[in-house]
C-alpha cells in the first residue's frame, strides 16, 4: 500500500518558529489527524511563551560592574523550571541549573544595563529547590567588560572554588563567587539574583 503525497493518509507536518532575545526554538509536530500543530502549541505555553530569568548581576573587586538584565529560557513555565532546571529535561544528561545571562551579540558577551557585558558557564546539578555549592555547581570561566561592545573582555576562572547557588520554589534564586582572576591577577567577587515569570 503506497502513501500518498497529499491528502488523507498522508502525516501532514508543520513547522513553528518562535523567536525572541536573540532566542531561537524551532519546533515541527507531524501527526496524521493534523493534531500535531496544537500540541506544539500546548507544550510551547500560551502564545508560544518561555520563562524568563530577570537578573541582577553586581561585581566587585578589580572590575565594578552592575545592572539588569533578562535571561529566555527554553523551558515553558517558572514551575517547570523550579522542577527540573533552566534547561529541558531532553537536551542534558540530567538537570541543570544555569546561572542566567544576557543574550549574546554576535557571540559576544550579553548587555548587562547597556553599559557592561557578563557571560559565565557556571551551572548546579540541579535536584530541585536548595543550595548548592562544592562540587554540585560547576563552571570554568566567567566574561566580564566593563564597556559593552570594546575589546577589553576579561575572561575570569575560578581559583578557590566555584561558588554557590541557591533556587527557591518559585524558580527564583542567587549565585554568589568569590576570588575568580583573570590571566592579568584581575580579582573579582560578585552576585547574581533573579527572579522568574512566566
Not at 44 to 58: D, E, I, Q, R, Y
Not at 99 to 116: D, F, R
Request: charged letters at 10%; hydrophobic letters at 35%; aromatic letters at 8%.
Amino acid at each position: 500500500m503506497s502513501v500518498p503525497a497529499f491528502g488523507p493518509g498522508r502525516p501532514r507536518c508543520m513547522g513553528l518558529l518562535v523567536s525572541g532575545f536573540l532566542v531561537l526554538v524551532v519546533a515541527a509536530a507531524c501527526s496524521s489527524g493534523g493534531g500535531g500543530a496544537s500540541a506544539v502549541v500546548k507544550a510551547l505555553g500560551p502564545a508560544g511563551s518561555f520563562a524568563v530569568l530577570h537578573a541582577k548581576l553586581t561585581v566587585t573587586g578589580g572590575l565594578g560592574v552592575s545592572g539588569s538584565y533578562d535571561d529566555q529560557l527554553s523551558v515553558v513555565t517558572c514551575a517547570e523550571v523550579a522542577a527540573h532546571g533552566t534547561t529541558p529535561q531532553d537536551l542534558n544528561n540530567g538537570d541543570l541549573f544555569y546561572v542566567p545571562t544576557p543574550p549574546q551579540k554576535n557571540g559576544n558577551p550579553g548587555s548587562v544595563g547597556g553599559a557592561n557585558s557578563f557571560t559565565t558557564d557556571v551551572a548546579a546539578t540541579y535536584k530541585g529547590p536548595g543550595s548548592y555549592s562544592g562540587g554540585q555547581v560547576n563552571g570554568t570561566q566567567i566574561w566580564v567588560d566593563p564597556i559593552a561592545g570594546d575589546e577589553e573582555t576579561h575572561n575570569f576562572a575560578p581559583v578557590a572554588g566555584v561558588g554557590s547557588m541557591t533556587v527557591n520554589a518559585d524558580a527564583s534564586g542567587s549565585y554568589d563567587f568569590s576570588g575568580w582572576q583573570d590571566p592579568g591577577s584581575v580579582t573579582i567577587s560578585g552576585t547574581v539574583t533573579w527572579a522568574c515569570s512566566d
